[in-house]
C-alpha cells in the first residue's frame, strides 16, 4: 500500500481536485495551509473551515474572497515562525521550484505543523533550469524521496510536455488505507490501475 500508479490519465484541474478531495476527505471542521499556493485556483473549492495561503510571491488569488487569508512568505520560513498546527499543508507545484535540501526541510516543517501532509509535483525532472528565480525548476523529484507516503502517481499527467506527476500523502495509517481504498474504487473501473 505504498503506491497507485494511474495510467492512462491525462492531467486536468478537475482530476487533481477530485484526487485531492479523496485525499482530504471531510474537510468542513477543518483547517488547511497551502504552502506555495501561487493564484490557488483549485483549493478553496475543497471546503476547509480555516484557509491560509501562503506564496513567496504577491499573487492576487483566483477566488478574490480569499484574499483576506494570502500571507506572502517563504512556505518554510512561514511555518518556522508560526506555531500554529493545521489539519493539513498542501504543497502542489512547489517542490520542484526548490533544492532537494530545502524540499526536504519544507516537508520536515509540514510533519510538524499538520496532521496530514499532501504534495504534489512533477514526477522526475523537468526544465531544471534554476537561476535564483522563484518560478524557475531547480530540483526534480520521485516518491523514492518522500519516504513513507503514499504515492499516487500518474505518469502522462502532463502530456503535452511527456512528463508525469504524483501526489504523496503522509498521514495515520487508516486515513492512508481509506484513502488507498477510495482511489482503487474510483478508478479501478477505468482499468487504469497499477498497484505496488
Not at 491525462?10 to 481536485?17: H, I, K, N, P, T
Not at 483549485?42 to 484557509?51: M, V
Request: with cysteine; proline share 4%; glycine share 8%.
Amino acid at each position: 500500500m505504498n503506491s497507485i500508479t494511474l495510467d492512462g490519465l491525462a492531467g486536468s484541474g478537475e482530476l487533481w481536485l477530485d484526487i485531492m478531495r479523496i485525499i482530504c476527505g471531510d474537510t468542513s471542521d477543518k483547517s488547511m495551509v497551502d504552502l506555495g499556493c501561487h493564484k490557488a485556483p483549485y483549493t478553496p473549492l475543497l471546503g476547509f473551515k480555516e484557509r491560509t495561503y501562503v506564496d513567496i510571491q504577491d499573487r492576487p488569488l483566483d477566488h478574490i474572497v480569499e484574499q483576506q487569508y494570502f500571507v506572502q512568505s517563504d512556505a518554510s520560513v512561514f511555518l518556522a515562525n508560526n506555531n500554529k498546527k493545521y489539519d493539513v499543508a498542501i504543497c502542489s507545484d512547489v517542490l520542484e521550484h526548490l533544492t532537494i535540501g530545502n524540499g526536504c526541510g519544507l516537508v520536515e516543517w509540514m510533519q510538524l505543523r499538520s496532521k496530514k501532509q499532501i504534495i504534489f509535483t512533477p514526477l522526475g525532472g523537468f526544465n531544471i533550469t534554476y537561476d535564483g528565480h522563484p518560478d524557475s525548476h531547480a530540483s526534480g523529484w520521485s516518491p523514492d524521496l518522500l519516504q513513507a507516503c503514499l504515492c499516487i502517481i500518474l505518469p502522462n499527467f502532463h502530456p503535452s510536455l511527456g512528463i508525469g506527476a504524483f501526489f504523496a500523502v503522509r498521514c495515520e495509517y487508516w486515513e492512508k488505507q481509506r484513502i488507498y481504498n477510495e482511489i482503487i474504487n474510483k478508478y479501478v473501473i477505468s482499468g487504469t490501475i497499477q498497484t505496488g
